[in-house]
C-alpha cells in the first residue's frame, strides 16, 4: 500500500481557511468604508435641505446678497490714488476688490455703483457701506464680467464715507 506524502488535508485545509479569512476580512473593510461614504453624502444632503441658504426667504425678507461680494473701483474723477483710498476702506469693510482702474471717462460727475451679476442687493451693500445714494445704484448686467459690482468713483468722491 502506498502512502500519498505529497499532500497533508490539514495542510491544505489552514491555506484555504487563511485566504478565505483575509477574503473575507477585505470585504468586511470595503464594506465599512462604503458605509461612511454614504452617511456622509445623506448627511450633506440633510444639511442642504433642511438649513436655509443665504439666498432663501427669511422672517419674510428675501436675502439674496453674497457673503463676499467682489467689485471693481474704476476712477472716473480724475484725481489720482482716489482709488486706492476707495479699495483700502472697502477691503477693511471685507469687501473683495478684484480690480482698481480708471474708468473711461474722468468727468463722471456723480458716483455710480453698478450692478454685473443680476444681483441688486450686492450693489445696495456697496452703496450703504460708501455713503452712495440710492438712485446712482444701477443694473448694468454683464455675464462676462466675473465680479458682482463696478464702483464707478466720480467728482462728487469727498462726500463719501471714507472722507467724512
Given at each position: 500500500?502506498?502512502?500519498?506524502?505529497?499532500?497533508?488535508?490539514?495542510?491544505?485545509?489552514?491555506?484555504?481557511?487563511?485566504?478565505?479569512?483575509?477574503?473575507?476580512?477585505?470585504?468586511?473593510?470595503?464594506?465599512?468604508?462604503?458605509?461612511?461614504?454614504?452617511?456622509?453624502?445623506?448627511?450633506?444632503?440633510?444639511?442642504?435641505?433642511?438649513?436655509?441658504?443665504?439666498?432663501?426667504?427669511?422672517?419674510?425678507?428675501?436675502?439674496?446678497?453674497?457673503?463676499?461680494?467682489q467689485l471693481e473701483v474704476l476712477n472716473g474723477c480724475g484725481v489720482?490714488?482716489?482709488?486706492?483710498?476707495?479699495?483700502?476702506?472697502?477691503?477693511?469693510?471685507?469687501?473683495?476688490?478684484?480690480?482698481?482702474?480708471?474708468?473711461?471717462?474722468?468727468?463722471?460727475?456723480?458716483?455710480?455703483?453698478?450692478?454685473?451679476?443680476?444681483?441688486?442687493?450686492?450693489?445696495?451693500?456697496?452703496?450703504?457701506?460708501?455713503?452712495?445714494k440710492k438712485e446712482n445704484v444701477i443694473q448694468q448686467i454683464n455675464?462676462?464680467?466675473?465680479?458682482?459690482?463696478?464702483?464707478?468713483?466720480?467728482?462728487?468722491?469727498?462726500?463719501?464715507?471714507?472722507?467724512?
Open positions: 500500500m502506498k502512502v500519498n506524502k505529497s499532500s497533508n488535508p490539514k495542510a491544505s485545509a489552514s491555506k484555504v481557511d487563511s485566504k478565505t479569512s483575509a477574503k473575507n476580512l477585505f470585504l468586511n473593510l470595503s464594506i465599512a468604508i462604503l458605509l461612511i461614504i454614504i452617511f456622509y453624502l445623506l448627511y450633506s444632503i440633510i444639511i442642504k435641505v433642511l438649513m436655509p441658504a443665504e439666498n432663501e426667504v427669511t422672517e419674510g425678507k428675501v436675502n439674496v446678497a453674497a457673503a463676499v461680494v489720482p490714488g482716489i482709488g486706492e483710498k476707495f479699495t483700502s476702506f472697502l477691503r477693511a469693510k471685507s469687501f473683495d476688490v478684484v480690480n482698481l482702474g480708471n474708468y473711461i471717462s474722468s468727468d463722471v460727475i456723480n458716483t455710480l455703483v453698478i450692478d454685473r451679476r443680476g444681483n441688486l442687493e450686492n450693489a445696495k451693500k456697496v452703496a450703504e457701506a460708501l455713503g452712495v455675464n462676462d464680467y466675473f465680479l458682482d459690482v463696478t464702483l464707478v468713483l466720480g467728482k462728487d468722491f469727498n462726500q463719501l464715507k471714507p472722507y467724512r
